[in-house]
């Protein structure tokens, strides 16, 4: 892991277009027989890092919402509290064959009282370059967001209500139950 990555890469599954290895058996589960997405040739995906305040990030959340004037050294300090609260943020970029973000999302991690002291993993913030949609990157980068809840002990995951139109309805209907 980069001192760069906001999480462990090791807990992504590998895209099926960027494999070039058989899938790690260290990983989650689903990596270990078919990776549970694809992306297109050249794209890749890892861990959001520190550097991608110049990478495009806060370009494609303005797909989303309202992302306000953020100055670089206020994303290196909301960046450096999500790396210190270790086992809470899980945000993943996809990035084109240029480096680019084209896409993102993440996975909060709400510790409970119940089950045993669960974890339930909120799905949030998922967002797509209007250049790169209808590629399925969306959908792609729920499926690797809801292996990597499954990954950190996530005994339930929910996607939050912020998500619409076709990825919501799209992705409701792909999680596997629990």
């Not at 058996?25 to 694809?38: E, L």
């Not at 959340?61 to 943020?89: C, H, N, P, Q």
Request: with cysteine; aromatic share 6%; glycine share 10%.
């Amino acid at each position: 892991m980069s001192s760069e990555d906001l999480f462990d890469p090791s807990l992504l599954p590998i895209p099926s277009s960027t494999s070039t290895s058989p899938p790690s058996t260290t990983s989650t589960p689903s990596s270990t027989t078919q990776p549970p997405f694809s992306l297109p040739p050249s794209y890749s995906i890892r861990p959001l890092r520190r550097s991608d305040y110049s990478t495009g990030m806060l370009d494609v959340l303005k797909v989303l919402t309202t992302v306000g004037d953020i100055s670089e050294a206020a994303w290196t300090e909301r960046f450096d509290y999500m790396a210190s609260s270790k086992g809470t943020y899980y945000i993943l970029v996809v990035l084109d064959g240029e480096g680019k973000v084209v896409g993102t999302g993440g996975v909060v991690v709400e510790r409970k009282f119940i089950h045993g002291l669960g974890l339930v993993g909120h799905i949030e913030d998922i967002a797509v370059a209007r250049d790169q949609q209808g590629k399925k990157l969306g959908l792609s980068i729920i499926q690797a967001l809801d292996a990597v809840a499954r990954g950190v002990g996530c005994y339930k995951k929910g996607i939050s209500s912020d998500i619409v139109g076709d990825v919501l309805s799209i992705a409701t209907t792909s999680l596997p139950a629990n």
